[in-house]
């Protein structure tokens, strides 16, 4: 009996409570779950981009190693020999492309008269998977290399 009196004067509120609860977690919990996977896509495309661009800067290292010889000018083919290359990291392909910007692209007058000035440009590419499809991202470093 006493245990009646309790919940005599409350009828109805704990069922209100318990509904209010529900109803708050299954608003609140698709929000949370939104935010973690964009913050997931977030990270793995930054760590995309991170991967190109070291692939990117591993390329015109390469090329460095050619720039002051006085042997090597624009023309010659030591610069557009290197193939393109498929790297696979993390299950993601990456496919490394260089060549020498053509005189057309060139802005500067001065460059483009002076075959000692070697323009590379180094792309990389590389697919990625979203909730929307497949989507291809791209990355490209331009570095001038001197033979003087």
Do not use: C
């Amino acid at each position: 009996m006493k245990l009646r009196g309790v919940f005599k004067g409350n009828s109805g509120h704990m069922y209100l409570e318990s509904v209010f609860a529900i109803l708050l977690i299954g608003l609140v919990f698709p929000v949370i779950m939104g935010v973690v996977m964009q913050a997931n896509r977030t990270s793995r495309f930054a760590g995309d981009v991170t991967v190109a661009t070291s692939l990117a800067k591993e390329r015109l290292e390469f090329f460095k190693r050619y720039e002051r010889t006085r042997t090597y000018n624009r023309n010659h083919n030591v610069w557009t020999s290197v193939p393109q290359e498929v790297i696979t990291i993390n299950g993601v392909n990456y496919t490394v492309r260089s060549r020498v910007i053509p005189n057309a692209e060139i802005p500067n007058t001065n460059i483009r008269a002076n075959l000692d000035i070697i323009p590379i440009e180094v792309t990389v590419t590389w697919n990625t998977r979203t909730t929307e499809g497949t989507g291809t991202r791209a990355i490209s470093l331009v570095s001038y290399f001197m033979n003087y």
